[in-house]
Each structure stands twice: as structure tokens, then as C-alpha cells.
Nanobody, 125 residues
Framework: QVQLVESGGGLVQAGGSLRLSCAASGRTFDNYVMGWFRQAPGKERNFVAAIRWSAIGTRYADSVKGRFTISKDTAKNTVYLQMNSLKPEDTAVYYC??????????????????WGQGTQVTVSS
């Protein structure tokens, strides 16, 4: 059974940093795309970043460009989201997800079929 488990969330002051991890198990994600999404209370789940598992390629939402970095460690089957210069508006539950490469340029969460349970990130002002 495929499983994605996020960790690394927490409470941080504005301007601080956090690194989220997403550990994948149960299958190989060769040729898949791994993404990070976030959902604030009362709001829709939105795309944050994506990375190709077996190739070079990353994408970011405009709101996080220059502050967040997505990376992978294929030996550890883990994807990371380094978040710097955090703002209160970054507060949300962050989810890791996997999809087929055809959806690499598609930011809709509906196209991601495997999800983790989420990790809370709270940025105080």
C-alpha cells in the first residue's frame, strides 16, 4: 500500500524557516511527480511546489518563488520543502502528494492521486 508521511511542521516566527519532509513507502515513484500543497482554514487546497522524481524539473507557485525550495533524495524515497522567510500568510496544513508525469504542469489537487495526512505550519507575526 502506498503511503506518504509528512513531518517537520511547527510554530515559527515570521521571517523564520522550516523544512518539511515527505517520506514515501509502499512503491517506487520512478517517473512520478511529487507535489506540495497547502490548505488554510476555510480555504481551498492550493499548489505550492512540484518536482519530477526521475528527472530534473521543479515548479513553484508565484507566492512562494524565491522563498521555498523543493528537493528530493531518491535513495531515501523522501521529498523536502525548505521554507525560508516565512510569512503569517504561509500558515496552513501542508500536504505531500504524488501524481503521474502528465500532470507535472497542472496545479489542480484533483489530479494528484496519493496524499499524506498533512503537517501543520503556523507562522506568527
Amino acid at each position: 500500500q502506498v503511503q506518504l508521511v509528512e513531518s517537520g511542521g511547527g510554530l515559527v516566527q515570521a521571517g523564520g524557516s522550516l523544512r518539511l519532509s515527505c517520506a514515501a513507502s509502499g512503491r517506487t515513484f520512478d517517473n512520478y511527480v511529487m507535489g506540495w500543497f497547502r490548505q488554510a482554514p476555510g480555504k481551498e487546497r492550493n499548489f505550492v511546489a512540484a518536482i519530477r522524481w526521475s528527472a530534473i524539473g521543479t515548479r513553484y507557485a508565484d507566492s512562494v518563488k524565491g522563498r521555498f525550495t523543493i528537493s528530493k533524495d531518491t535513495a531515501k524515497n523522501t521529498v523536502y520543502l525548505q521554507m525560508n522567510s516565512l510569512k503569517p500568510e504561509d500558515t496552513a496544513v501542508y500536504y505531500c502528494a504524488a501524481t503521474r508525469p502528465i500532470y507535472y504542469t497542472n496545479d489542480w489537487p484533483e489530479n494528484y492521486g496519493t496524499w499524506g495526512q498533512g503537517t501543520q505550519v503556523t507562522v506568527s507575526s
